[in-house]
């Protein structure tokens, strides 16, 4: 099973009977050393079922799942490899009764969150709710409830926020929903407070994985350690040059307490990087350096020195962005990496693609914006994902006003208003309201014949929902449903632009072709709650729905460039990558030592800063340019920037590091002129030869 493993991960994989830290610098091979340690738990008697695998995204879920399969076959299906956030689902739709929630509850996605909080603060204004939504969220990752944040709130601001935060979770409780945040502090809540249901998880797990541990936030390694005992069985896989989430709730505190909770934790640390060349490498480690470490390590690889790092300096964006492009275009040309695909261009803030695209879009070079719109995030998909949460829960109310309201049914916002007066009068969700005796008393009798019409309607689909098995089944009754509700015409007739109302059809059928595979087992579900070869019910499905960001399938093989925030980079790498805008104040992003945060504050700050510039810099394999501009843009004017320190921290040969794209482009294009020459003249010499011939 330990086949073409180093020492240091043969090691990680067959320590088994205690708590293990293993920590995986960047390129070192963790998912490799995860998916040995399931086969080799598995080989040695922990039944697949016991093995519990937990990663961050539904993608890298996916992969595990994927790798693990290729080595211990059938087995992985049984293995439980998934997000918190799933493993949170599973835990509340087995044993969430205890705390009042019915299997059936609803997740709530982000827009629905700022819907109720706006309704909770009193508030129309959108921004100032996202506000609330920001703060409320970090309380809850730190694992504090409304009263605990009132308690130790700083000012009048942070006071208010959790009086809010106190209606928020009412409203959240009447609609039998939660939101991201309870996946993981409500499970916590079911392990700490009912010592029955924390006994079963115990004995369910005999060893739990955890991926990117150093991405964990309080209220998650708080669960941890509640599903692993005192026995301690786990294997926490992570890197602390890594930690770039503080921002909402990452805490490197919980690699600090590991050792102080488990003194007979085995640490192991991975240094060889299979990833980057040598150059590449010591610019990172030159980077990290200043850093102060809780385990110290450097980085080595085995590939060879390799092309030095590049800086590259540009007048402003626009030059940058014109360099970028020559970058790209002379690189392919010039070596084996032909494809589209091998080439990232990563930046600070989201911004800072707009220049970015301008000039691909000009040299016609075909890119994606990495972390642009999750398709789940369109309107058409959350139109469906509403009637979708309504089946599976009545008591959901912003799904009953998405569902009830697209389309358009005759139902006005007066009776709307109406109906939830009623219903917040009696304590009943919109849906039961619905069907109250009393209902008549307040509306008209055509108003409450409308409202029996969709709730009635809403029952049937539910119920057919529940009895659609398979594929074929799940494709049809979604095509009929669209009918019934005339969507598609809903969407043409929302639309000016007719193209884009059929490219939202297409991602409709799209999506209706998703769920039904997925009815059909044919595809593993990125959640961890369906497995492949196993026929579900289109409710089953639609119930795992709201934990996917993306549909994954949709990623693949696109043959184009990537342009990425280096905070959504972490994980991936590509043979050439171009790190952009790297100047003071945007990387790092602006400091200051004089704010709230204090100087302590900042120096923090600086540190989860140098390791970003780490992550961008350990995405490359093969080539690695920064670039920074002279000058940059401050609202219209252009202001004079400088060069990033970790530039300067690199510690690069200054004789080697200077580029400049164009004259390498101009010289390139110089040598196909003279070859495109010679090949003429050949041509013509030849031809004069037949002729004397």
Same mark, same amino acid.
């Given at each position: 099973? =330990? ?18 830290l293993? +920590?995986?610098? @960047? ?19 922990v ?20 790798? @693990? ?29 205890v ?7 609803s997740i ?17 204004? #959108? ?8 703060? /409320?969220?970090?309380? %809850?990752?730190?694992?504090?409830n ?5 308690a ?20 959240l ?35 739990v ?45 919980n ?10 934790l ?15 490498l ?9 850093n ?21 300096? #540009? ?53 994606k ?18 009637w ?11 799904a ?15 009776? +709307? ?7 917040s ?44 098995l ?55 579900d990125?959640?961890?709650v /369906? ?18 960001s ?31 805008g ?8 602006k ?8 100087l302590?504050?900042?120096?923090? %700050?600086l ?16 080539t690695?340019?920064v ?5 940059? %843009? ?8 400088q060069? =990033? ?5 690199? @510690?690069?040969?200054k004789a ?11 010289a ?26």
């Amino acid at each position: 099973m =330990s086949s073409g493993l180093n020492l240091a991960q043969q090691e990680a994989v067959n320590f088994m009977h205690g708590p293990c830290l293993v +920590l995986a610098g @960047a390129g070192s091979g963790k998912t490799r050393v995860i998916t040995h340690k399931i086969a080799r738990l598995i080989q040695s008697g922990v039944a697949p079922a016991r093995i519990a695998a937990i990663t961050f995204t539904n993608k890298a879920a996916a992969e595990m799942r994927e790798r @693990a399969k290729d080595l211990v076959g059938k087995q992985a299906k049984e293995v439980l490899i998934c997000t918190f956030h799933a493993l949170g689902v599973r835990m509340m739709r087995q044993d969430g009764e205890v705390l009042g929630l019915k299997p059936q509850f609803s997740i709530l996605d982000s827009d629905d969150v700022t819907s109720i909080l706006k309704d909770a603060g009193g508030t129309t204004d #959108a921004a100032t709710a996202r506000t609330w939504q920001w703060t /409320i969220s970090l309380w %809850k990752n730190m694992g504090l409830n409304a009263a605990q944040a009132e308690a130790q709130a700083k000012d009048d601001n942070e006071r208010v926020t959790a009086r809010i935060m106190a209606r928020y979770e009412e409203r959240l409780t009447a609609f039998q929903s939660v939101d991201f945040d309870d996946l993981i502090g409500l499970p916590l809540k079911l392990l700490r407070d009912f010592p029955e249901v924390r006994g079963k998880w115990q004995a369910q797990l005999g060893h739990v994985l955890v991926d990117e541990y150093q991405d964990t936030n309080a209220t998650q390694y708080e669960l941890l350690k509640l599903l692993v005992g005192e026995r301690g069985r786990f294997t926490a896989v992570g890197d602390d040059d890594q930690s770039i989430y503080g921002w909402r709730g990452a805490t490197l505190d919980n690699l600090r307490k590991l050792p102080q909770d488990y003194p007979q934790l085995k640490v192991i640390k991975l240094e060889q990087n299979y990833r980057s060349t040598g150059a590449i490498l010591r610019a990172a480690n030159n980077v990290i350096g200043p850093n102060p470490k809780l385990f110290p390590k450097t980085l080595f690889s085995e590939l060879g020195e390799g092309e030095p790092v590049r800086i590259v300096d #540009a007048d402003n964006e626009e030059h940058e962005a014109e360099r970028v492009v020559a970058r790209i275009q002379s690189s392919r040309a010039n070596s084996q990496w032909k494809e589209w695909k091998d080439f990232a261009v990563l930046y600070r803030a989201n911004h800072q693609a707009r220049v970015l695209e301008q000039a691909l879009r000009k040299a016609q070079i075909p890119y994606k914006v990495s972390g642009g719109q999750s398709f789940f995030d369109r309107a058409e998909i959350r139109d469906l994902c509403a009637w979708f949460r309504l089946w599976i829960n009545n008591d959901d109310d912003p799904a009953f006003l998405r569902a009830v309201t697209t389309p358009k049914r005759g139902i006005g916002h007066q009776t +709307l208003q109406q109906l939830g007066v009623f219903a917040s009068q009696y304590k009943l969700s919109l849906f039961e309201a619905l069907f109250a005796s009393s209902l008549p008393s307040v509306l008209s009798s055509r108003a409450v014949g409308s409202l029996h019409e969709f709730g009635r309607y809403v029952n049937d689909l539910e119920y057919r929902a529940r009895q659609t098995l398979g594929a074929e089944d799940a494709r049809a009754f979604l095509t009929d449903w669209l009918k019934e509700i005339g969507y598609e015409k809903h969407l043409y007739d929302s639309e000016d632009n007719e193209r884009l109302a059929a490219s939202r059809w297409t991602n409709v059928m799209e999506f209706c072709d998703w769920m039904a595979q997925r009815c059909g087992g044919q595809i593993d579900d990125t959640a961890g709650v /369906i497995l492949a070869n196993e026929t579900k019910s289109l409710l089953e499905v639609a119930q795992t729905i709201s934990l996917l960001s993306t549909i994954s399938e949709r990623e693949k093989d696109q043959n184009v460039v990537t342009l990425s925030t280096l905070h959504a980079s972490k994980g991936l790498e590509w043979p050439h990558v171009v790190l952009a805008g790297v100047t003071e104040g945007m990387l790092p992003f602006k400091l200051d030592e004089d704010g709230p945060d204090g100087l302590e504050g900042t120096m923090l %700050k600086l540190q989860e800063e140098r390791r970003l510039m780490y992550v961008g810099i350990t995405r490359a394999q093969r080539t690695l340019a920064v670039s920074w501009t002279r000058r940059k %843009k401050k609202g219209r004017d252009m202001v004079a920037a400088q060069p =990033s320190r970790f530039i300067g921290e690199m @510690a690069l040969d200054k004789a080697t590091v200077k580029e400049d794209p164009r004259e390498k482009l101009k010289a390139l294009r110089a040598e196909f002129a003279r070859k495109a020459q010679e090949s003429a003249a050949a041509q013509a010499a030849q031809a004069a030869d037949g002729e004397r011939a």
